[in-house]
């Protein structure tokens, strides 16, 4: 596959301001919702959707060339909670899902709100980005999580395949203003923000969470179309990458994310399948993440296969 390769590729477009270029990455959904916003004029909010999309779908964020069928799906919703001006806070809900070999099926990679999503729109703007240096808060948090799922996209497809992808993101996240008087999402005092993710996930300490990534994934789901049980001996495996970080660090921000967004279908796959597998995977998962302790012993009340 072509991600397996994209390592062995040069990223060049940390270098440059790459907003003039046509995009080949990201097929994403891309919403803008008003509706606690007072006031009968939406314009302003069609304009901002419509240069949202644009910007992500049509903006080349790397090298890569990749075939329609190979577009990474992707949704963002931008929930505005006020405006005054040209000034909005929103929550930023994201989500990232990818193909599952053989299946028709797409699977959860990551699914996150952004609670600290604060930016200036002035109507028809450009939006204009680049990775090195901050121009609004706009285009870095926007920049920021596109290359997050890129990075947690090729980390499925290769091991630690999305180096590049995330290093960039590091550098978004380092180029964007501090503000200790005001948690703002990129301050590296807080605990669970944009730096946190990025810091987290380039941390070597960290390292298993995304070799999860790759045994889960690539691994396990898609052979599961081909052979269930091998499967699910993968997936079982990769649970033990998310025990070990448990294990080191239980307040992880990286492997909460992690957990929340694999967790109902950690819980689809251990339904069925060899019993011995299944009451290992809900014992992992009971001992890292106790509060659902009632969904993962649910697991093992199938008797099916």
């Not at 505005?80 to 929103?90: C, D, K």
Request: glycine share 4%.
């Amino acid at each position: 596959m072509k991600r397996a390769f994209a390592t062995l590729l040069i990223v060049t477009c940390c270098l440059l301001n790459i907003n003039a270029l046509r995009a080949q990455e990201l097929q994403c959904e891309v919403r803008v919702n008003s509706s606690k916003v007072a006031g009968s004029d939406k314009t302003i909010y069609q304009n901002l959707q419509t240069a949202l999309y644009e910007f992500i779908n049509n903006t080349k964020f790397t090298e890569i060339n990749f075939r329609q069928a190979e577009k990474i799906e992707c949704s963002m919703l931008v929930e505005v909670n006020s405006r005054e001006g040209n000034y909005f806070t929103a929550d930023l809900n994201l989500a990232l899902r990818r193909p599952v070999y053989k299946s028709n099926y797409s699977t959860p990679m990551f699914n996150y709100i952004d609670h600290r999503f604060y930016f200036e729109y002035m109507d028809g703007q450009t939006l204009d980005f680049n990775p090195n240096t901050f121009i609004s808060n706009l285009t870095s948090t926007i920049g920021f999580y596109v290359y997050i799922f890129l990075g947690l996209d090729f980390d499925s497809f290769s091991p630690y395949g999305g180096d590049p992808f995330f290093a960039i993101a590091e550098s978004i996240a380092n180029a964007a203003p501090q503000d200790p008087g005001n948690e703002n999402g990129w301050n590296s005092t807080g605990r669970q923000n944009r730096y946190t993710i990025i810091s987290e996930i380039n941390n070597q300490t960290y390292r298993p969470l995304r070799q999860f990534i790759y045994d889960y994934n690539r691994q396990g789901l898609d052979v599961m179309a081909e052979n269930p049980q091998q499967g699910r001996d993968a997936i079982l495996n990769a649970l033990t990458s998310l025990q070990q970080i448990h294990e080191r660090n239980s307040m992880s921000y990286f492997l909460q994310l992690l957990i929340e967004s694999k967790r109902d279908e950690i819980i689809q796959v251990f339904t069925q399948g060899d019993m011995k597998v299944r009451t290992e995977a809900a014992n992992i998962m009971k001992a890292i993440d106790p509060s659902q302790s009632s969904r993962y012993d649910a697991m093992l009340q199938n008797t099916g296969f």
